[in-house]
């Protein structure tokens, strides 16, 4: 219950250095959302003279930005957002870049009066979309999207893709891979937040089976039942490394690996980060919710000669996207979003681009 009575906030200038702007961005989830509005940290921070860049996001995302050199400060939301509003009246911030928008970032706003800072969420078109199958949406990329918000401070972007840091001290030692995977890998990340995001475990045997290259499965603890099993069919050729590292370790994977075929999941963002090629399935969600792979100019131009991602979507289905983040199961029962995806056609691109 919130007890905190509004109280107009006057940003304070900084004596020694008057040019000196501080701003609050927040973004409370997930991986993947997070790892989109990184270019929002570094073109605030190399744009703006003297910003200092706070970041506010869930406690349990904390290993996504920890090692992001473009945040000054970090706070966590941990059911505290009296404390948290209390302390962020002493800040004395110029500004709230809200990236997240939901009531939480609009009671913060509210009680600490500075000028707002929003990107837009589509929320509404994406309800038509995914309820009616009337495509409203902007066609402009979340990414995009939340570039736009900072655009009135005169913040451009730079075209360098997203950012994701790993550690030093995170890297997965060669000794704890097998030495068949030494030389090279196909990354699979098996996980996803929602049943319907994830291909079921005989389609993943089906496509590691057709490929004719080491693989190296990716996810949490949660996953690593579903691993065991797609690992059985050929245990020299697919390690499960689910649950087996950490969040930044599993991202080292990524890193190491010659290919990514991901779900809709926060390793497809962090792969697109670390400017691996992303072979992107999409199950109850889609990239008509302006979500898909994300790459800057840049990156691009160091994939000159082939694609840097490619979608993998079942055609002609008026049922998909059923949903925004996804959902435990089918609404309407068949699956067929995952169940009559095309492995052999997966596993025919990855041959061609590893």
Not at 44 to 54: A, F, N, R, S
Not at 67 to 79: G, K, S, V
Not at 234 to 247: D, P, Q, R, T
């Amino acid at each position: 219950m919130l007890f905190l009575i509004k109280k107009k906030q006057t940003p304070i200038e900084d004596p020694d250095n008057p040019k000196r702007k501080k701003f609050l961005v927040i973004r409370f989830s997930s991986i993947g959302d997070i790892v989109l509005t990184t270019p929002v940290f570094r073109c605030l921070k190399q744009q703006m003279e003297g910003v200092e860049i706070h970041f506010l996001t869930k406690r349990s995302f904390k290993a996504v930005t920890e090692a992001n050199p473009y945040i000054d400060r970090f706070h966590y939301y941990d059911n505290n957002l009296n404390e948290l509003i209390i302390q962020f009246r002493k800040e004395q911030f110029d500004g709230i870049i809200d990236l997240h928008k939901n009531f939480r970032t609009a009671l913060i706003q509210f009680q600490l009066s500075v000028p707002l800072y929003a990107y837009n969420k589509e929320s509404w078109a994406k309800f038509l979309l995914t309820r009616f199958g009337i495509n409203q949406m902007a066609k402009r990329h979340i990414t995009d999207r939340s570039m736009d918000a900072i655009a009135p401070l005169g913040v451009v972007n730079d075209g360098m893709g997203l950012d994701y840091f790993i550690p030093e001290d995170q890297d997965v030692p060669a000794t704890d891979l097998p030495t068949s995977h030494l030389a090279g890998f196909i990354a699979i990340v098996i996980g996803a937040s929602y049943f319907t995001k994830k291909l079921p475990v005989e389609k993943l045997k089906a496509l590691c089976s057709a490929l004719d290259f080491p693989v190296v499965l990716i996810g949490g603890k949660e996953d690593a039942k579903e691993g065991d099993a797609v690992a059985s069919i050929n245990s020299v050729k697919i390690y499960n490394a689910c649950g087996k590292f950490s969040l930044n370790e599993s991202a080292d994977l990524i890193r190491r690996s010659k290919l990514v075929i991901s779900h809709d999941t926060g390793f497809q963002y962090i792969a697109c980060a670390l400017n691996k090629k992303v072979l992107a399935i999409w199950g109850g969600t889609s990239p008509l919710l302006d979500v898909e792979p994300y790459y800057g100019i840049h990156q691009l131009a160091a994939h000159a000669n082939s694609e840097a991602y490619k979608n993998f979507i079942v055609p002609h289905l008026s049922c998909q996207p059923c949903s925004n983040y996804g959902t435990k199961k089918c609404p309407k029962g068949h699956f067929k979003c995952m169940q009559q995806q095309d492995v052999q056609a997966i596993a025919s691109a990855a041959k061609q681009w590893v």
